[in-house]
């Protein structure tokens, strides 16, 4: 189905704002960087190493993520996440992501994305719909 091979990486960066904290994912009660705000960083950074890398009408669907949020961040302070490519089995590619602000790591994951049919998979969503 492809022909991806471990060893792609790429990198994103976020700036934390009022909109990315835990107080206001309701995921805690601190003005710190969320998790779930982290998890998305992570997800995209694995998504931006895959770019251009897979035939026309082929995507990657998240379908596990274990992650490890190590350390706070506050608001106004940048986070990085560095996505490197460790293993393809399949259809299932498998992500290790390390995430670090300006002071530290402040959290790691093993990411799994799964390469879908985009058109094939939009069906199936939509057959859920009745």
Do not use: C
Request: glycine content about 8%.
């Amino acid at each position: 189905m492809t022909n991806l091979t471990p060893g792609l990486q790429a990198e994103a960066e976020t700036t934390v704002t009022a909109a990315d904290t835990a107080e206001r994912w309701a995921s805690g009660s601190v003005p710190v960087y969320s998790t779930p705000a982290l998890v998305g960083l992570m997800e995209r950074t694995a998504v931006l190493a895959l770019a251009g890398q897979l035939p026309a009408g082929q995507t990657t669907v998240g379908s596990r993520i274990d992650v490890r949020h190590l350390a706070a961040t506050p608001v106004g302070m940048r986070v990085r996440a560095v996505a490197q490519l460790v293993a393809v089995d399949g259809r299932k590619l498998v992500f290790r992501i390390e995430a670090f602000d300006a002071v530290e790591k402040v959290g790691e994951a093993t990411h799994e994305r799964a390469v879908v049919v985009q058109e094939q998979f939009l069906q199936r969503v939509q057959q859920k719909r009745g």
